[in-house]
């Protein structure tokens, strides 16, 4: 960004005591800058200033500054924000703009920069992204106003809005294909020791409200799921040490006073916030989760200053749950993003084909929670298959959904007052849009819709035409982006506009017939009526035909008022009266038009709910559409979903890979996976992978956990079949990486994230694990990888794809029926190896990782010795067969082993137990104690002997 220089003029009477004296006022200045107001103030309040002397302007500024102490102060001053002190030097540093200095304060320098109110927004993303808080202090009056009140008035300011991270609702500030999400959690005691955790989430952008109970074991994985913008949580909960991890491990969280997550009230602050008597009406809800939701409402009261969002009643997410996938497995699996943070190059890019930003949102949504709900996953799949089977009807609504536009966005702003006329217009073209498509979905003869499309179609049909009419009645086709330029109004809607805009454009033609005229005049054909904020109407001709107009006749028209370098400045009473009736009537029109502006946001917010459930219905249509979309061109097909714990998979593909492969022409290996129970048995199977580096494990993993996830999202798969029994929990341990920040190593991440696995799958859990153990010394990993496979088998019972190079385990086989043994083939032509990223059952013979690292580029020399000690270490290891330590080391059941049972009592008369019976401990001396002592002593020695 480059550097910017931001030195505004002051708007009060009193800021010049703050303004460096070398500011030069712009002849156009408005009339609050003019150069009197601009005059340095005498040595004697210089001196005052020095002794400590506190101007107006400063004084409001640090009244309102110690108000808001964690944000940063937009402290508006005519066209810039302006920020002093220690808000200056953060925001320079943060914005790359110049720090410079204006007045004094206390004796002192006042630090300060600026940006310009037109580029605020700009600046405001800029800072949110980087975690600072801003508080907007708007001028809440005219600057002429501030001075009928006496040359030191101060023009009145007041912070209008806080602007967090969580509570964004500008579309310049906001990714439109992205949820922005504020979510508060709330804590309560739910035994005496054991904790119940409540959810509360909005985006208020979009006016959605969720709230989901959570426990200590599923916090995080919650947390990750939802992917909040902002978190508050009480002070206390901040502080508790074994959760530091998981806050630290978010974008943004706001530690708020716990008066705040307080059970008493909670229900009365949101049935205020929602205007009802009560909430039984919305649901039935936890203690946690209402105090988690009241703090939502409190805090977007707090940061909104009364403004009133269009909030949703909140709704309890789905009632079956979600699929649980933990952050380190969706970081693993690159579900909506990549690891460095990219859209590009994760699932959600691969599979995106909606043409809506709402659709997006959705779709992201969808794909970051799976359903556990069999039906409601079938009734997805029955939405995409009638679009599948009807290519006309998908794209007929996908041109449809192309013109509609972000009806919840729109929605939100005006909601808040920050609307402006292409909301309105947003508004009116989404309903009409949602009509037409109504009428697109109506079912043909004998074909009735699913039942997701047809909520879909009702939902779009139930709202009145008449609001979409009136609205596209009222505004013109492209009106202005801000509501205050006018001209939004489209003519004939209102006649009292009409009118008044006839006057007003009358008017303008008359200046340029008195332009004319005077030009005739006066002989001066270069003669100018101009207008500027400060002077209004003048006449201005040039310097060398200035003298003309100060000399008789034309002195007794024409009164001086600026000269200029080339150019001087002059009005008349004709001109000043035209100016009246002119700004008259421009200033009646433009009050006409933001009069209708109120009325009709107004009926828009009145019929918010409607509106809402049409946004929430485009968008399930996108989806639905732009997934058959996805289906047809990439070749997906319809999973078989069930309850069992089949997991079936034939030719499955990996979204990503494939279509990157696609690009360039190559194609992709489809491979077959069958991780359901083996005959006769309950748990599902574990698949041990082994085969090179390089050739595809990694791959093969992860695309059978991204075809779990796109099932149960709704999705269809890239498979040629697909026979899928529901995952409750995706655990993945694909890659590995130092978290420096924690201070753990690679190695230990990996077993935090394996331990993890092994402590919580189920046997309806899907589990894939790479490498385990590779991290540390080759004995110390094989241990570490042959007893988590043992305990996946014997105590998870869970599906499992485990990848390793440690060949030894592929012996395990022969012992643990759900195991099977696969590799990826491979073969060596001339010297070299030969990926063919086919994924067979069998154990590889060798790792290829020499051929491997010659591929690399290692030196010859490396090679030819690595090749030499291989040798050396595989005839050991031919010495000391691993089939041995198979047959020797008892199976890993420590969880499901019974307890031994009691040996039968045996009676051994040596004498001892006779004189153990006859000791009494408690009556005993300490002496006697010792005498007895040895007595046993010699009674064991001589049954020795």
């Known amino acids: 960004m480059p550097k910017t220089v931001a030195l505004t003029p002051p708007d009060d009477a009193d800021a010049a005591a703050m303004a460096a004296p070398d500011l030069a006022s712009p002849p ?11 005059t340095p103030p005498p040595a004697a309040d210089k001196a005052k200033d020095a002794a400590g002397y506190v101007t107006p302007s400063m004084a409001q500024y640090v009244e309102i500054k110690a108000a808001n102490p964690d944000c940063l102060l937009f402290y508006r001053m005519g066209d810039f924000y302006e920020l002093f002190f220690e808000d200056a030097e953060k925001a320079s540093q943060a914005l790359g703009i110049v720090l410079t200095k204006r007045g004094k304060h206390m004796g002192e320098d006042i630090p300060m920069c600026g940006v310009p109110v037109s580029r605020s927004e700009e600046y405001l993303h800029k800072l949110i992204a980087l975690g600072f808080r801003v508080a907007v202090c708007e001028q809440m009056e005219d600057p002429a106003e501030a001075r009928k009140r006496g040359s030191k008035a101060v023009v009145r300011r007041d912070v209008t809005r806080l602007v967090t991270p969580g509570t964004i609702t500008e579309d310049s500030l906001l990714d439109a294909r992205r949820e922005n999400v504020l979510l508060a959690v709330a804590r309560v005691r739910a035994g005496e020791e054991r904790h119940a955790y409540g959810l509360a989430w909005t985006d208020m952008s979009t006016g959605s409200f969720r709230v989901t109970a959570s426990t200590p074991e599923t916090l995080a994985a919650d947390l990750a799921r939802i992917e909040p913008a902002e978190v508050l949580l009480s002070d206390v909960l901040y502080d508790e040490p074994e959760l530091k991890e998981i806050w630290q491990s978010l974008p943004a969280v706001t530690p708020l006073p716990r008066q705040g997550f307080e059970g008493a009230g909670a229900e ?10 009560a909430l039984d009406g919305f649901g039935s809800f936890s203690r946690a989760e209402l105090i988690a939701a009241a703090a939502i409402v409190s805090y977007v009261d707090r940061t909104q200053l009364g403004a009133r969002p269009a909030l949703a009643p909140p709704v309890r997410a789905a009632e079956d749950g979600a699929m649980l996938i933990d952050a380190g497995t969706r970081a693993n699996l690159e579900i909506v993003r990549t690891t460095s943070g990219d859209r590009r190059g994760s699932l959600l890019a691969s599979v995106d084909r909606t043409v809506t930003a709402a659709g997006a949102r959705l779709l992201a949504r969808r794909l970051s929670e799976p359903l556990m709900d069999l039906a409601g996953i079938r009734a997805r799949h029955d939405a995409v298959a009638h679009f599948v089977e009807d290519p006309e009807l998908t794209s007929k609504v996908r041109r449809r959904l ?12 005006l909601s808040l007052g920050r609307g402006s006329p292409r909301d309105l217009l947003a508004i009116g073209q989404g309903l009409e849009e949602g009509l037409a498509l109504a009428a697109d979905l109506a079912p043909e003869a004998g074909r009735d819709l699913p039942a997701d499309l047809a909520r879909c179609a009702r939902t779009l049909a139930a709202p009145e035409g008449r609001l979409a009419q009136e609205l596209l009645a009222a505004l013109v086709d492209e009106p202005p982006h801000l509501r205050r330029d006018g001209g939004f109004i489209r003519a004939g809607f209102d006649p009292d506009l009409d009118a008044t805009r006839a006057l007003r454009d009358e008017s303008r033609r008359v200046v340029a017939a008195l332009e004319r005229r005077y030009a005739e005049d006066t002989g001066i054909k270069s003669l100018k009526i101009r207008h500027n904020a400060v002077l209004g109407y003048f006449v201005e001709v040039t310097a060398q035909n200035a003298e003309r107009l100060r000399e008789p006749p034309h002195l007794a028209t024409f009164t001086h008022r600026q000269t200029m370098a080339g150019a001087v400045r002059f009005t008349s009473t004709e001109l000043a009266d035209l100016e009246s009736r002119i700004a008259s009537a421009g200033e009646r029109a433009l009050a006409i038009e933001q009069a209708l502006f109120d009325r009709l946001a107004g009926d828009v917010v009145a019929a918010a709910e409607t509106i809402r459930a049409a946004a929430e219905a485009l968008a399930e249509l996108d989806v639905h559409a732009s997934l058959a979309r996805l289906a047809v061109d990439e070749r997906h097909v319809r999973p078989d979903m069930t309850e069992s714990f089949d997991f079936r998979i034939e030719g499955g ?16 290996v489809a491979n077959d996976c069958d991780l359901s129970p083996p005959e006769g048995r309950d748990g599902g199977r574990i698949w041990l992978i082994t085969g090179p580096n390089m050739a595809g494990k990694s791959t093969f993993l992860r695309q059978n956990a991204l075809i779990a996830v796109l099932a149960q999202a709704g999705c269809f798969v890239p498979a040629r079949s697909a026979r899928l029994g529901l995952v409750d929990r995706l655990f993945s341990r694909v890659g590995a990486a130092d978290d420096l920040a924690r201070g753990r190593s690679t190695f230990m991440v990996e077993m935090v994230e394996t331990a993890a696995i092994l402590n919580q799958a189920t046997p309806r859990s899907l589990v894939i694990l790479d490498e385990i153990g590779r991290g540390t010394a080759t004995f110390d990993g094989m241990s570490i990888a042959w007893a988590s496979l043992e305990h996946l088998h014997e105590v998870n019972g869970c599906r499992a794809l485990f990848a390793t190079h440690f060949h030894e385990l592929t012996a395990l086989s022969q012992r643990c029926p759900r195991l099977t043994n696969a590799t990826v083939k491979v073969t060596e032509w001339q010297g070299d190896v030969v990926f063919l990223h086919e ?11 020499i051929q491997v690292a010659r591929l690399a580029g290692l030196p010859p020399a490396v090679i030819a010795r690595a090749k030499a000690v291989l040798a050396e270490l595989e005839a050991a290891e031919r010495a000391s067969p691993v089939q041995k330590l198979i047959d020797d080391l008892p199976l890993f059941a420590a969880a499901r082993r019974p307890a031994p049972e009691p040996a039968a009592h045996q009676v051994v008369d040596d004498g001892l137990g006779a004189a153990l019976d006859d000791l009494h401990p408690d009556e005993m001396t300490p002496r006697a104690a010792l005498e007895a002592l040895y007595a046993l002593k010699t009674l064991r020695t001589r049954r020795r002997d």
Request: net charge positive; hydrophobic share 50%; charged share 25%.
């Open 653 to 668: 593909r990996h979204p990503v890979v494939e279509q990157a492969l696609a690009r360039s022409r190559a194609p992709f």
């Open 839 to 849: 994924v067979v059952l069998g154990a590889a013979d060798r790792s290829y990782g």
């Open 28 to 38: 156009d200045a408005a009339a609050d800058d003019a150069p009197e107001a601009r």
């Open 402 to 413: 192309a013109g509609a536009p972000d009806l919840a966005r729109a929605l939100s702003r």
């Open 268 to 277: 009365q602050r949101l049935a205020q916030f929602f205007k009802v008597a």
